[in-house]
């Protein structure tokens, strides 16, 4: 059984930094990372965006949905708040999944980042400097 298809997990709650959109998702993600890649490096404002992998359908938005900006298609997009420009969540992996932007947790999850990602695109002002395993791109690219 993967982390996303436990149904008796807590649920966690996330919101923007207006609060003007407020999401709930269950602690059951399947696995998390830091990636360092330039698109996550611009949206976030950040060296790297710490992610949260989940099922999309463990993701509920209960208010402000009105209010989400969507960059990409119905399939995969970011999706920020339209007020304060918060990054929510990625829509990934043909529109199956979201990375959910740990940061916009107000509950702690359970997991924690297992890897860096995209460390060959990283800022080159930013050292990492924990003992996680770094990867050029995706996990498996070295």
Not at 6 to 11: D, G, Q, Y
Not at 30 to 44: E, K
Request: aromatic content about 8%; some cysteine.
């Amino acid at each position: 059984m993967t982390g996303s298809e436990n149904s008796n997990a807590p649920i966690l709650i996330g919101e923007c930094y207006c609060r003007t959109i407020r999401f709930e998702v269950a602690d059951a993600f399947s696995y998390a990372m830091n990636c360092h890649c330039s698109n996550c490096r611009r949206t976030t404002g950040s060296a790297f965006k710490p992610f949260a992998g989940i099922a999309q359908d463990r993701l509920r938005i209960v208010r402000g949905g009105e209010h989400r900006l969507i960059f990409g298609d119905d399939t995969t997009h970011d999706a920020h708040c339209g007020r304060c420009g918060s990054l929510l969540y990625s829509r990934v992996r043909e529109g199956q999944w979201v990375h959910v932007a740990m940061g916009t947790l107000v509950d702690a999850p359970s997991i924690r980042p297992s890897a860096h990602i995209f460390v060959a695109s990283k800022a080159p002002w930013h050292e990492i400097t924990d003992d996680l395993p770094q990867y050029r791109g995706h996990i498996g690219d070295g």
